[in-house]
């Protein structure tokens, strides 16, 4: 199935990636493939890159329904739940590679929101050295630019893959854990800007800013939440700030103190951090709130969809969702019995309350979902940085 694809698919991938990657041979018979995440469809490109076949881990949502069950079955997918613990899957992928099965997969886990690489977990430099087969690093450059995760539109330029080190089982076994988490982190950093700034790549298309409002969703200038408007090239907010988003990947605008989204990210994130204590005591209005939501709830299992237009707010110390039809009583749980959030694709946002009950909430329209992640990090006391 994977040959088949590589020969018929293959040179379509190519061709709407302006995929470049760099000739490369793995040399070991069962590896671990690890590579940043930029692009929905970074399976098939690294896949293409390596030339090799592997199975890879995704998300859980890609093996449901009758579809989901052919591509699972297909392309033998191990599935991972988002926001669940990794025990089961770490299991499968280390039966897997003692079978001489090799797997690939993407630690950070999301795509980008910024243009620099997430947060990887130790775990997996400790289950590359424990698991007896080779370690290969594979990096993509140019992908986030090409279509970042909140855009609506793909632009044209080019993307690049390149086999950054191949470790065996002998020189995994001679290094220590940190050794090889540093390692896996050093070949999987990108930060697209600097990218951009050293080979100059120009990313045109039009419609560039259209979805920015996802990913940025404090103003820098009023300190308003979901107050940014974008519309083609154009940036703007109701206080006066006016930007353009160019081709080189640039916010350009006069009212800014930065030029890049990574920058306005740090920005949002440091505001929060410093007034955290402030936002804690916002307990009678909520701090931000929205409309239209689809609401989908998985308890103990089963996943049923309880609302189409349900409103979620974020208060100092709890979360409330209501159904402005009356149909059900609001939902309240407090930020502690929260024990995870996270975002699926541009509009899709999902708390976990303990180990059986998870919401997963859709945007109908364009609301930064990003924001309720990030808040309930910094609310709650957690390392965001």
């Known amino acids: 199935m994977y040959r088949f694809c590589q020969v018929v698919v293959g040179p379509w991938l190519y061709f709407l990636y302006h995929f470049h990657p760099k000739r490369c041979k793995v040399k070991a018979k069962t590896f671990l493939a690890v590579a940043n995440h930029t692009q929905n469809l970074d399976p098939a490109l690294m896949v293409m890159g390596l030339n090799r076949h592997f199975r890879f881990v995704a998300n859980s949502t890609l093996g449901k329904g009758f579809f989901g069950g052919i591509f699972k079955n297909l392309f033998g997918l191990i599935l991972r739940e988002k926001g669940a613990k990794g025990d089961t899957v770490i299991k499968q992928i280390e039966e897997n590679l003692k079978a001489g099965v090799s797997v690939g997969l993407f630690p950070e886990g999301n795509r980008s929101w910024d243009g620099v690489s997430e947060f990887i977990s130790r775990r997996t430099a400790r289950m590359a050295k424990e698991s007896g087969a080779a370690l290969v690093t594979y990096r993509f450059t140019g992908g986030y630019l090409l279509k970042p995760r909140w855009a609506a539109t793909k632009r044209k330029g080019p993307m690049r893959g390149e086999l950054m080190h191949e470790f065996s089982p002998a ?46 969703y404090l103003c820098p200038c009023c300190h308003r939440f979901g107050t940014i408007v974008t519309s083609g090239d154009e940036i703007s907010c ?7 988003y160019n081709e080189f990947g640039r916010i350009v605008g006069e009212k800014l103190p930065f030029d890049t989204l990574r920058d306005w990210n740090r920005f949002q994130k440091k505001w929060l951090a410093d ?67 996270g975002n699926f694709l541009a509009k899709s946002v999902y708390f976990n ?10 945007a109908q329209h364009a609301v930064s979902v990003l924001k309720y992640y990030a808040l309930w990090r910094v609310l709650t006391g957690r390392e965001y940085l």
């Open 171 to 216: 020189q995994l076994a001679a290094m220590t854990e940190e050794e090889v988490y540093k390692a896996m982190c050093d070949d999987l950093y990108v930060d697209a800007y600097e990218e951009q700034a050293r080979t100059g790549d120009r990313y045109t298309g039009e419609r560039l800013a259209e979805g920015m409002q996802y990913a940025a």
């Open 238 to 244: 109701s206080c006066g700030l006016k930007a353009t």
């Open 353 to 362: 309350c303990g180990s059986s009950l998870r919401y997963q909430m859709v």
């Open 275 to 341: 007034n955290a204590a402030s936002l804690r005591e916002k307990t009678a209005e909520p701090i931000f709130s929205d409309s239209h939501f689809s609401v989908t709830r998985k308890a103990d299992g089963v996943s049923s969809i309880i609302s189409e237009d349900a409103t979620l707010a974020m208060f100092g110390d709890r979360l409330e969702i209501s159904f402005p039809d009356g149909s059900q009583e609001k939902l309240v749980y407090q930020l502690s019995e929260i024990t995870g959030v």
